[in-house]
């Protein structure tokens, strides 16, 4: 190994670098010391010097250590020695045969110029050139074999020549014909009969040493006297890095392909466009250039020329000739693309392909997009159907950015010209946190919220059923202007209204010119268990929501009715007063046990409700006498069924009360139309039992969250 180390130290390094990454170790630390070493016969280590020393030059040798991450596992430590010694082997062959490979591919040049094959005289003078410049240091010969074209059994093969192969393919194989090629696709081996001289393409295995990555392919035909193909003389390696960065028009047969595509594109010489076309075919993926055909060259660069920085995506696939791989051009606006675009959108293309490995590289400059080319690989001979438009969609979906997806659902909720007055000025209204809590079509139905503030409500409020939660769960926004609410006089009034909090997510929400708004979303669970109808309770949840937090409605557990026996908040006023009269009685149970045994048989709740409403509507008195016979059936059959006394006694002095009431205010409304702020109800107290004596000829009970009371009349007129 010492010529290696002498000549190109760091290609043995890298080497081995890679070998180590394989089996994904981490290499922290290179040392590689040339030193000069005197050894015994046995080639035991004598004596150590500096290099700079005078000595013998071929006793210089080279201690390399690495570090790199610890592994101690026999199996895998055994596999890794094993995997270098390969690699060292790959590396000596290379180096003791690269001038051997180097010849041979000079005797092949003046074979093909004493012989010339029936070809394009123009086309064969640009391939010999080619080749010419691949010994000028443009190629790094890694292996090279010589094959027979022969048909055995009645289909093409491809027999190995013994004793040709040079570098890595100089080990004698132990089959007699090519694997790989066995392994193509029939339409493909029919390619090894076109009359053309070279196979520009990429092996189907990675190189082990110089640099990761698969190995370049150059094929050669053989061509006997009647220009039929005979065989291939088949070189391995690598181009070197000067084949990448030199001009496409500095390079034999490249620059004819360049100059097909100008020729074909029509374009004006020195035009802006065809300036641009040719900027386009030069800074396409070298690998393209060296194996696309010239029909496939001038349809991706006439693709890309279509795009015109306009901010969209483009696939381009362009499968391999043999069918090992597929090459894939994806084009996507530079602002959106990250790294985790990428791996998304190669997780699509691997899907879509079933690749085995993937190769990917990045494309960024001025340009407003960025270029992602993939070599996808496939099992052999196994091309799936794809559909391009098809992946350009689902690339456009994962690209999209939540301002693209808030602006396309602000236009669907409100039509272009509203959506796009929102855009300017919500567009920086959500913050990250918000924007990772829910999707844009949320945030476009939350704008309508802001909007009502911004119009001079000061709170908003949306109850809703997240997507895939449980039944029982379900959440709560609250949209307050400038201040937080406080958790302490919002739990309370959940918690009455039949809710369990279990958590709550604040957003500060920031609308262009306009005051800051606290969103806070609680997470809550139905106490009483089951689904809730969101579509049926939202708007009487909500509503007796707002009246409680204004202090129109007393915050107690008879809320609880508004989502057990779906009761608005005037309805469950009704049954309030009515507890609250009861108590006022001097009726022996307290609030709280009446509300629970409310709670716990909202039916009859409901039922008592539907009894004072037929029998005081005035726009339904004319069956009113009938549906109230009804009502009082149902209800007197449900509290049969009351398992327990005292719900069974309350529940049935609330039905006798209402039974008693002569007339009540509950339909009355203001001048501007609304409720009034208190309920009152005339009652016959001789109709209810067990009240205190003396008994009034008519009782009138008053109730508001303020005040509460009962006049007692003694007459049918009153005094003032």
Not at 67 to 88: A, F, G, T
Not at 204 to 211: D, F, K, L, P
Not at 386 to 399: A, N, S
């Amino acid at each position: 190994m010492v010529e290696v180390i002498q000549q190109d130290m760091p290609f043995l390094v890298d080497s081995i670098r890679m070998a180590l990454n394989r089996y994904g170790l981490t290499v922290h630390l290179i040392v590689h010391p040339v030193m000069r070493i005197e050894r015994d016969t046995e080639g035991c280590i004598n004596q150590v010097f500096d290099a700079s020393e005078i000595g013998d030059e071929t006793s210089n040798e080279a201690c390399m250590y690495f570090e790199v991450d610890r592994q101690s596992e026999p199996k895998v430590l055994q596999e890794l020695h094993e995997e270098i010694d390969r690699v060292l082997q790959d590396i000596k062959a290379c180096v003791r045969d690269w001038q051997p490979m180097r010849e041979r591919l000079r005797s092949i040049i003046e074979e093909i110029k004493q012989t010339p094959p029936p070809l394009d005289e123009e086309q064969l003078e640009e391939d010999i050139a080619f080749l010419q410049w691949l010994d000028q240091d443009h190629f790094t010969f890694i292996g090279y074999r010589e094959y027979a074209l022969e048909r055995p059994k009645g289909k093409d093969s491809l027999r190995i020549i013994a004793d040709s192969g040079l570098g890595i393919l100089s080990q004698s194989s132990e089959n007699e014909y090519s694997r790989s090629f066995d392994q193509l696709h029939p339409h493909a081996k029919q390619k090894a009969h076109e009359p053309a001289l070279l196979i520009l393409t990429k092996s189907n295995s990675r190189a082990t040493v110089h640099r990761p990555g698969y190995l370049d392919y150059i094929g050669i035909k053989r061509f006997d006297d009647t220009g039929k193909v005979i065989g291939e003389w088949r070189f391995l390696g690598l181009y070197t890095s000067a084949a990448y960065i030199r001009r496409a028009t500095d390079i034999p047969m490249l620059r004819r392909k360049v100059q097909n595509v100008m020729r074909r594109s029509g374009l004006r010489p020195h035009s802006h466009s065809q300036k641009a076309l040719l900027n386009i075919v030069e800074t396409l993926p070298r690998d393209e250039l060296f194996q696309c055909t010239d029909d496939e060259l001038f349809d991706i660069s006439r693709t890309i020329l279509q795009l015109q920085e306009r901010q969209r995506v483009r696939v381009i696939v362009r499968p391999d000739a043999y069918g090992r791989f597929v090459s894939c051009l994806i084009y996507m606006p530079r602002d959106r693309f990250n790294t985790d675009i990428r791996l998304r959108v190669q997780r699509i293309m691997q899907d879509v392909f079933s690749a085995t490995e993937m190769d990917f590289s990045v494309w960024l400059t001025e340009s407003v997009l960025a270029r992602l080319h993939l070599i996808l690989h496939l099992p052999p001979g196994k091309l799936p159907q794809y559909d391009i438009r098809e992946i350009e969609k689902q690339i456009v979906t994962i690209i999209q950015s939540w301002r693209d997806e808030l602006h396309k659902a602000l236009n669907h909720e409100y039509g272009e010209e509203k959506g796009n007055n929102y855009l300017q000025c919500y567009e920086g209204t959500f913050p990250p946190s918000y924007q990772g809590d829910y999707p844009a079509e949320v945030a476009a139905l939350d704008v309508r919220k802001l909007e009502s503030l911004h119009n001079g409500r000061d709170l908003e409020m949306a109850l809703y059923h997240p997507i895939e939660a449980p039944p029982e769960k379900l959440r709560f926004k609250l949209f307050h202007k400038e201040e937080p609410l406080s958790l302490s006089l919002l739990l309370p009034i959940i918690e009455n209204m039949g809710l369990k909090v279990i958590d709550e997510r604040p957003h500060r929400l920031y609308p262009v010119d306009r005051k800051m708004v606290w969103l806070h979303d609680v997470g809550m669970v139905y106490a009483y268990g089951g689904k809730l109808d969101i579509d049926q309770v939202r708007d009487i949840f909500q509503e007796a929501f707002i009246r409680i937090w204004y202090g129109e409605v007393e915050n107690d557990g008879l809320n609880a009715l508004v989502l057990r026996a779906r009761l608005d908040w005037r309805e469950v006023v009704v049954i309030r007063s009515c507890v609250k009269y009861l108590k006022q009685t001097g009726f022996p149970f307290s609030q709280n046990y009446m509300e629970q045994a409310l709670v716990e048989h909202p039916q009859i709740a409901r039922m008592l409700v539907d009894l004072f409403l037929v029998r005081f509507d005035p726009d339904a008195q004319t069956q009113a006498a009938e549906r109230s016979e009804r009502i009082n059936d149902a209800i007197q059959r449900s509290l049969d069924e009351v398992p327990t006394l005292d719900a069974d006694r309350i529940l049935r002095r609330l039905f006798v009360l209402i039974q008693a009431m002569l007339r009540t205010n509950y339909f009355q409304t203001t001048d501007q139309q609304m409720p009034r702020a208190y309920l009152s109800f005339k009652l016959d107290p001789h109709k209810i039992p067990d009240l205190p004596n003396p008994q009034p000829r008519f009782e009138i009970f008053v109730y508001s969250p303020q005040t509460e009371g009962i006049h007692l009349r003694g007459d049918k007129v009153a005094r003032g």
